[in-house]
């Protein structure tokens, strides 16, 4: 077997989690040291080793050094298997990550899949359930992968708790994709998520939220979770366009006012809206893996971030294409993928 040996000072859990993703549907095995390396707490944390063992039960693939702390790993895999699938990050680790870890893998087989995660579903720097929804999944669609994704019950940090359900259907060949053009705003809408908190916290966050894109009263929405599975708060602001909808996400957080979350929310959505971007930098950086097992491909983003570069990086030690990037104007860049 061929097998890759990879830094994994140069990134974090993101390069675990695409190295994962890449091994099983190459079955290009890999080899990753000083994991985590630049990180404060080095090394496998709990929804790391959630999603190396995710990945392993998926692609029946041996491994060694699936511990916690562990800073090296060996990841060696096998076939990829469908079939109905449960997995626990044990804590308030973020189980979308975890989804997306093995999404790949899943789409690739040869029968559809069902994936139950349970952990933390609205975590900061991961990708919120609402975002997968509304952003992620039809995207995905647009490739010819079918996802049928619900989530059953929220869960935040340090809680936990939160549950997602996906159905996950055979792609086969998947479409070349190019998403340059969002088209015209269509609606903007604010959702304020709350849990064991007042729910004054929300209606704040949501006020600004109003005031920074003049929200009529149909555009702002409180959702309380009950039962209450801890304290948490999450705030979406939805900005659909004709042809993309991308959903903007700020988790409350101890010291830090109702009104310095959303502001920090609209001021995110606001240069997004100030570019001629279709695909917001967080989903970009998702959107590249697929598109290289596509083989072709283009989208246009407000910048490349950190993330999307050392992601394509290793997507080209994996894969047989180039990614390029090309800046269009001060706010936006165009990411294209060649053979």
């Known amino acids: 077997m061929e097998m890759l040996e990879l830094d994994g000072g140069q990134g974090g859990g993101q390069l675990l989690r695409s190295a994962l993703s890449l ?85 690739s087989a040869d029968a559809p899949s069902r994936v139950r995660l349970e952990g933390g579903t609205h975590n900061p720097l991961a990708p919120s359930a609402d975002f997968l929804a509304d952003s992620f999944v039809p995207r995905l669609r647009d490739f010819g992968i079918e996802v049928d994704f619900s989530l059953e019950s929220p869960g935040f940090y ?39 908190i007042a729910s004054d916290i929300g209606l704040r966050e949501l006020a600004v939220l109003q005031a920074r894109f003049d929200l009529g009263e149909d555009a702002r929405h409180l959702r309380q979770v009950r039962p209450p599975r801890g304290p948490g708060n999450a705030l979406m602001l939805r900005v659909q366009h004709a042809a993309h909808t991308t959903t903007f996400t700020g988790f409350g957080e101890r010291g830090t006012s109702a009104e310095a979350v959303a502001a920090r929310v609209a001021d995110e959505a606001q240069a997004y809206l100030d570019s001629a971007a279709c695909i917001d930098e967080h989903l970009g950086d998702q959107l590249l893996l697929p598109m290289a097992l596509a083989g072709k491909g283009s989208f246009t983003t407000t910048a490349p971030s950190d993330h999307l570069r050392s992601n394509a990086a290793l997507i080209e030690k994996f894969l047989p294409v180039e990614i390029a990037w090309q800046q269009q104007d001060a706010r936006t860049w165009r990411v294209s993928v060649e053979r």
């Open 158 to 196: 340090p809680a936990g708790g939160g549950v997602l359900n996906a159905i996950v259907q055979p792609a086969g060949e998947l479409r070349v994709c190019a998403f340059e053009d969002r088209g015209e705003l269509e609606r903007i809408e604010g959702t304020a998520l709350v849990s064991g």
């Open 23 to 107: 091994s099983l549907c190459t079955g290009t095995g890999f080899t990753l040291q000083d994991t985590r390396a630049k990180r404060s707490k080095p090394g496998l944390m709990r929804q790391h080793l959630t999603a190396v063992n995710a990945a392993a039960q998926v692609g029946g693939a041996r491994v060694h050094g699936a511990e916690l702390g562990a800073t090296s790993l060996r990841f060696e895999p096998g076939a990829i298997r469908a079939g109905d699938y449960s997995f626990a990050t044990g804590s308030a680790g973020s189980c979308t990550l975890v989804l997306q870890t093995v999404l790949p893998a899943l789409w």
